[in-house]
């Protein structure tokens, strides 16, 4: 069975910052993302990698997240993928997916909430 399963979420004050995981079992990706969705608002697209190690970031997050991958294979497909949130502000609260790109492969989500 594919699946993408995220960790790591979690409740910290403005400022502070949290890592979030992606880890795919059943299968490997040429790239996977994260979103996030707050409450009553549609799921955004927030970073990406490749297994090339192409980045890419929305710009509100730009600066303050880093998306990486964590399996240690370079320039193979994409197995674990982490996504480091600093500076985190309140209006960071909210769901956060990985999905792998260009596919109907999503995690179930990981809770960040970011208290003033």
């Known amino acids: 069975q594919v699946q993408l399963v995220e960790s790591g979420g979690g409740l910290v004050q403005a400022g502070g910052s949290l890592r979030l995981s992606c880890v795919a079992s059943?299968?490997?990706?040429?790239?996977i993302d994260w979103y996030r969705q707050a409450p009553g608002k549609q799921r955004d697209l927030v970073a990406g990698i490749t297994s090339r190690g192409k980045t890419n970031y929305e710009s509100t997050v730009q600066g303050r997240f880093t998306i990486s991958r964590d399996d240690g294979k370079e320039d193979l497909q994409l197995e674990r993928v982490s996504l480091q949130l600093n500076s985190l502000k309140p209006e960071d609260t909210a769901v956060y997916f990985c999905n792998a790109s260009a596919t109907n492969i999503w995690g179930r989500g990981t809770q960040v909430t970011v208290s003033s």
């Open positions: 059943g299968a490997t990706f040429s790239a």
